[in-house]
């Protein structure tokens, strides 16, 4: 089908086959489609609300034509932490922070993601500032992930489908448009790792990302969306308001409210995570690892470090996890594993 025929179903309700988003994907990626079309598509898509096995047509196929970077060794038994984005708080990169923790806890960590389209500060601007070659080579990857117990695939350099697709995803991000590429993101990781912790940019894709990831086959994860006081949400598992989460795999028991005082955490205002421009979040970083940042920062990623030691099962509750997120984050670890990964990319 032509991608205009599947725009036409998309805007009379109907859902896609799997089958037909996969062909879809093709056609997005494709340099015979008008931008145009694609762009009326992913808009009518969106404004009709993905569904799961759509969702996972898309994702399954851009796993297909994403470049293998060969970290199979880790595949099985690491985690990805991400957030959608979408969300216009403009929160600091609590997810990037949260890398570093578990690597400095001993869990493998393979990363992936982006330059920032909808905020002033992505993972890869933060961790490119702090001295990651996002253009790092395979081998590089792997002696990061044998050194470091972590490294970073800077999306760009995996999906060369997406060349043909950035353009109009950032010509519809510029007039606010949320496309389907705000829920890929997080679903295409390369490498394939069995676990992964998921923010995500409304309570109402929480249930259909779940059933997504774990329709791809992972071992165990959650996905997590912070609901405000004020009606705001965040892509993150925080401390500043009810969470809506939802477990997949191992853990698809996992499905209601999480607040902070459940973990003997403090409730706090979404002011304390705010970040900025790069030059703020690496200010904020850097009181952070002094012990100085705001106690809702500390603690939501202390909660996030939390949750994913408990995904690939470190520990067997998140007041647990929460106990070692602390070690690491104020015994010094962290700041250290901050260290190693200049050093590594000094070298």
């Known amino acids: 089908m032509e991608l205009n025929e ?39 898509l969106a404004q009709k609300g993905e569904v799961a096995e759509e969702v996972s047509g898309f994702a399954k196929r851009f796993r297909e034509l994403a470049r293998n970077p060969g970290l199979e060794k880790w595949q099985d038994v690491a985690i990805d932490v991400c957030g959608t984005g979408g969300d216009k708080i403009g929160s600091f990169n609590i997810s990037t922070a949260v890398v570093f923790g578990l690597a400095a806890a001993g869990v493998p960590v393979l990363k992936h993601g982006n330059k920032s389209i909808t905020s002033k500060c992505g993972s890869a601007n933060l961790l490119e500032a702090l001295g990651v070659d996002l253009m790092a080579d395979d081998e590089t990857l792997s002696r990061s992930m044998e050194e470091l117990g972590f490294c ?18 950032q010509e519809l991000a510029a007039k606010g448009q949320r496309s389907v590429f705000n829920i890929l993101g997080p679903l295409i990781n390369p490498a394939k790792p069995a ?20 329709s791809l086959g992972l071992k165990s994860g959650v996905v997590a969306h912070t609901v405000l006081d004020d009606g705001r949400g965040m892509d993150e598992l925080s401390v500043v308001g009810a969470n809506r989460v939802r477990g997949f795999g ?13 973990f003997s955490l403090r409730a706090s205002d979404v002011s304390e995570l705010l970040g900025g421009e790069l030059d703020d979040n690496l200010r904020i970083l850097d009181t952070l690892l002094a012990g100085k940042a705001p106690e809702g920062l500390e603690d939501t990623i202390s909660f996030n ?19 070692i997120a602390r070690d690491v984050l104020l015994g010094g670890a962290l700041k250290a594993k901050l260290a190693d990964t200049k050093d590594f990319y000094a070298s």
Not at 160 to 166: D, V
Request: charged share 15%; hydrophobic share 50%.
């Open 250 to 262: 191992a853990l698809s028991n996992i499905d209601g409210i999480w607040n902070a005082e459940q």
């Open 195 to 214: 676990y992964q912790l998921l923010g995500v940019f409304s309570p109402s894709v929480v249930d259909m990302l779940a059933c997504t990831l774990d």
């Open 152 to 169: 970073f695939m800077f999306a760009p350099a995996f999906h060369p489908a997406f060349r043909e697709i950035m353009p109009v995803r």
């Open 305 to 323: 470090i939390a949750a994913g030691l408990m995904i690939v099962g470190k520990c067997d509750t998140i007041e647990e996890g929460v106990a």
């Open 6 to 44: 599947l725009t036409s179903l998309v805007e009379e309700g109907k859902n896609l086959s799997q089958t037909q988003a996969s062909s879809s994907a093709d056609l997005l990626a494709s340099v015979d489609v008008d931008p145009f079309a694609k762009a009326n598509f992913l808009t009518a």
